[in-house]
């Protein structure tokens, strides 16, 4: 008789879960050519199509769908009892999945992340950033990253840092050449550098003073996607940018940048580790969680 691998059965759930062959090979760390052959393999061992592929898109099978239903559950109790082994370990290893919007990948990178793989070497983590919120127990994750207000309710929440804010921003000369903006309306006569969302909208600029928001469509010579791009434009006096205030910290403190309508962008909610509730942690995971919450109230 046959012997399956558990990487062909997880390559079964992450296609299925992911929508995409492409997508699965990333998340399991494996070629897509490699996935394409495993499944093959397992199709033509069982005698039936599990997947129904088009160049556009991939789908189960009603026997892919069955299979699925059955060999699913399964697994997850298999992959449970392997972390019930490994939560006996005393030297953490193996892999984290960690999921975070770009900022907040950003601001934990060197405090945490780093500090967590000089601690632990044997452990490797792996950073997945995404500019829209994901269920991180369905597509595969140990942990998320987001805002403490975005965490969901039914989720273990580790607090990171304090409050943050926004920053809108010029060199000293576009200031000097162009004036400085007292309140939000005053950037419709200015340049500024457009933000795109990963859903392809056009950000509006938020700010907010007593309690009233304000939301500014600012225009400016050039659109992006990307805050290190942002940050390179606004350095070299093209216009006005919006940040995080932790992208731009160090250009604030060297002089190379000037902030404005502080009294116009308040502070936001912290950042907050967060993950479901597990009866068998890893050594890896439990270092983690411990490392996040040494770093509790330390600026990230």
């Not at 200015?190 to 309690?211: I, T």
Request: aromatic content about 6%; some cysteine; hydrophobic content about 45%.
């Amino acid at each position: 008789m046959s012997r399956h691998s558990l990487i062909e059965l997880d390559a079964v759930i992450a296609i299925m879960r992911k929508g995409s062959f492409r997508a699965a090979a990333i998340e399991l760390g494996v070629s897509t050519t490699a996935l394409s052959n495993a499944i093959g393999k397992l199709e033509r061992q069982l005698g039936v199509r599990l997947f129904n592929r088009t160049t556009r898109s991939v789908s189960l099978t009603d026997a892919g769908r069955a299979f699925v239903e059955r060999v699913g559950p399964a697994l997850q109790d298999i992959h449970e009892a392997m972390e019930t082994v490994r939560s006996q370990q005393e030297v953490p290893s193996g892999t984290l999945r960690i999921n975070a919007f770009p900022t907040a990948a950003r601001e934990i990178m060197a405090p945490l992340i780093l500090e967590f793989v000089r601690r632990y070497p044997q452990v490797h983590i792996d950073l997945v950033t995404e500019g829209k919120l994901v269920e991180v127990v369905g597509e595969g994750f140990d942990l998320g990253v987001r805002s403490a207000n975005l965490v969901p309710s039914d989720m273990i929440a580790v607090p990171l840092g304090g409050p943050r804010r926004f920053a809108v921003v010029a060199t000293p000369a576009y200031f000097e050449k162009q004036g400085k903006p007292q309140v939000p309306a005053d950037l419709h006569t200015h340049q500024c550098l457009r933000v795109r969302l990963p859903n392809g909208a056009l950000y509006r600029w938020h700010f907010e003073k007593n309690g009233q928001p304000v939301q500014v469509d600012v225009a400016g010579p050039v659109t992006l996607d990307e805050a290190s791009l942002s940050r390179m434009a606004v350095l070299d006096s093209i216009g006005i940018g919006f940040f995080m205030e932790s992208d731009i910290r160090e250009d604030l403190a060297g002089g190379r940048l000037v902030r404005v309508l502080e009294d116009w962008t308040p502070a936001l909610a912290p950042l907050a580790l967060y993950y479901p509730s597990r009866r068998n942690p890893s050594a890896a995971f439990k270092a983690f969680i411990g490392l996040a919450r040494e770093r509790i109230g330390t600026a990230l």
